[in-house]
């Protein structure tokens, strides 16, 4: 029973990413976008949050070239020049008399504003696993299942983001979604804690430069969260078991649908996505 109602999950999950998607591409300025009279609307939040998500990817692309090149600094002049220089930076930008830098050729861009843009009010009361299994599941089972699978990845994620300082806030979702994703398209091994981690800072600093998203209510900002977490979810269960059976055809399904959910929640082809050298790389 349980591998009949997993198996429907899949063509559930596999129609929704790639519905929706379209539905988006073609009517992005309607009321009606993403499919918001057939659920998805509950899931995901606002149209108005959808509409910001377009912009987000390429602002974190920027982002992460910045943490790139901030990379190479410390590989040239080290870790203690490249900090100073940055202090002296912010220095200057607080209003500090400007004084000439210790090392003029290393050009350091001014401290990003935090802002806290992605970071929410949780309400207790919210249900995404009830939302998230009404709109995928058609069958108790599938529906039981897709609770099962929020449920449980919902709780791993709590545990690893909380000491991270990630909780509560939709770039840690949102980077939890990337890695399962990434890995599930391309068929690797997930990237290393400091990758990750560099990730998660550029879409952090990413959602603070989008003005837009200071006007994103705390719940629409926990149900994307929470959707971004679920898919995740959905991903590497399906993933896991067709890695542990063997199944070709099942890692080909949840390749298709991880491109298919990378298009929908990033805005973005899932071939710009790659590991490069231990980091995560946004082209």
């Known amino acids: ?38 659920g998805y609307g509950t899931v995901y939040g606002s149209f108005g949050l959808a509409q910001t998500m377009q912009t987000m990817y390429n602002t974190a692309q920027m982002q992460m070239q910045k943490t790139m090149a901030r990379t190479a600094m410390i590989k040239r002049w080290g870790l203690a020049a490249v900090e100073k220089a940055e202090r002296e930076s912010s220095g200057k930008s607080s209003g500090a008399k400007a004084s000439a830098p210790s090392n003029p050729q290393i050009v350091v861009p001014p401290p990003r ?12 009361t919210a249900d995404t696993g009830k939302a998230l299994a009404d709109a995928l599941g058609e069958t108790p089972e599938e529906k039981a299942l897709i609770r099962q699978i929020y449920a449980g990845t919902k709780a791993a994620y709590e545990k690893e983001a909380a000491p991270k300082g990630w909780n509560n806030n939709i770039a840690g979702g949102l980077t939890l979604f990337t890695v399962a994703a990434m890995t599930v398209y391309r068929d690797v091994e997930a990237p290393s804690d400091d990758a990750v981690e560099t990730y998660y800072k550029a879409l952090n600093a990413a959602l603070d430069e989008i003005p837009a998203f200071a006007s994103v209510t705390n719940k629409d900002k926990q149900n994307f969260n929470n959707m971004t977490i679920a898919f995740a979810g959905l991903l590497l269960a399906g993933y896991t078991e067709g890695k542990q059976t063997g199944d070709a055809a099942t890692l080909e399904t949840y390749k ?27 082209k």
């Open 113 to 124: 504003v935090v802002r806290n843009h992605g970071v929410f009010r949780p309400d207790p």
């Open 1 to 38: 029973m349980k591998r009949t109602a997993h198996n429907n999950l899949i063509a559930c999950a596999f129609s929704f990413a790639f519905i929706f998607m379209s539905v988006g591409v073609a009517s992005a300025q309607t009321a009606n976008a993403y499919g918001y009279s057939t």
């Open 256 to 282: 298709k649908l991880a491109g298919g959910l990378i298009q929908l929640v990033l805005k973005t082809d899932p071939e710009n996505l790659r590991i490069e050298n231990g980091q995560i790389v946004m």
